[in-house]
């Protein structure tokens, strides 16, 4: 079992930055790729960002490309969304998830989110 917290969220203007944090809890976090995912208000959930196990590799949905940034610290059973630049169309619950297959999942794990807002 793996319980992921995020934190970081928050009310920013445009073109602002944000940092979202993942921890996890329980064993082998360096075990799991670890993903990012955003729901807006009457849309459906999306992927955002994953990255591998080792964090040498990271995946991106084209509409955050060049903005944000996903990293992992195995160490401190975290992951990371730095995101900059950021656009009102960002606003939405953002959650981390696991598995242990790959960025493409499917994902066994999820938090509960964070909220993200972006004002224009």
């Known amino acids: 079992q793996v319980q992921l917290v995020e934190s970081g969220g928050g009310l920013v203007q445009a073109g602002g930055s944000l940092r979202l944090s993942c921890t996890a809890s329980g064993r082998s976090f360096g075990a799991y790729v670890m993903g990012w995912f955003r729901q807006a208000p009457r849309k459906e959930r999306e992927f955002v960002a994953a990255i591998n196990w080792r964090g040498s590799s990271t995946y991106y949905a084209d509409s955050v490309k060049g903005r944000f940034t996903i990293s992992r610290d195995n160490a401190k059973n975290t992951v990371y969304l730095q995101m900059n630049s950021l656009k009102p169309e960002d606003t939405a619950v953002y959650y981390c998830?696991?598995?242990?297959?790959?960025?493409?999942?499917?994902?066994?794990?999820w938090g509960r989110g964070t909220q993200v807002n972006v004002s224009s």
């Open positions: 998830a696991a598995n242990p297959r790959g960025p493409s999942g499917p994902y066994d794990y």
